[in-house]
């Protein structure tokens, strides 16, 4: 079983920055694909960002393409979103997932992931 601690939220004015850190543990991280999602006040869970197992990989949505880096350093177990330009869209709890498959069996939709951390809550204000 994975464990998921996701940091580096908070409240920050519209056009800032943020980097959200999500470290894991309990089960080989470096096997596997990790994503990003968030939850909007009132919304489903969406996707945000993938990131293959060997950091080569990437994959963002359309609303935050351009705005966003996913990157992983498999030494930490750590998987980390680089956020800028911020919109008051963006807020949301952001949550790191693993894939549920090793290596390259996965696929950049919330179908390919579970075992979701408790989130880091990021308010955008305008």
């Known amino acids: 079983q994975v464990q998921l601690v996701e940091s580096g939220g908070g409240l920050v004015q519209a056009g800032g920055s943020l980097r959200l850190s999500c470290v894991a543990s309990?089960?080989?991280?470096?096997?596997?694909?990790m994503g990003w999602f968030r939850q909007p006040p009132g919304k489903d869970r969406e996707f945000v960002a993938a990131?293959?197992?060997?950091?080569?990989?990437?994959y963002y949505a359309d609303s935050v393409k351009g705005r966003c880096t996913i990157s992983r350093d498999n030494a930490k177990n750590t998987v980390y979103l680089q956020m800028t330009s911020l919109k008051p869209e963006d807020t949301a709890v952001y949550h790191c997932?693993?894939?549920?498959?090793?290596?390259?069996?996965?696929?950049?939709?919330?179908?390919?992931?579970?075992?979701w951390g408790q989130g880091t809550q990021v308010t955008v204000s305008s």
């Open positions: 997932a693993p894939a549920m498959l090793s290596g390259n069996r996965w696929a950049p939709n919330e179908g390919h992931f579970n075992s």
């Open positions: 309990g089960r080989t991280f470096s096997g596997y694909a």
């Open positions: 990131i293959g197992w060997s950091g080569v990989s990437t």
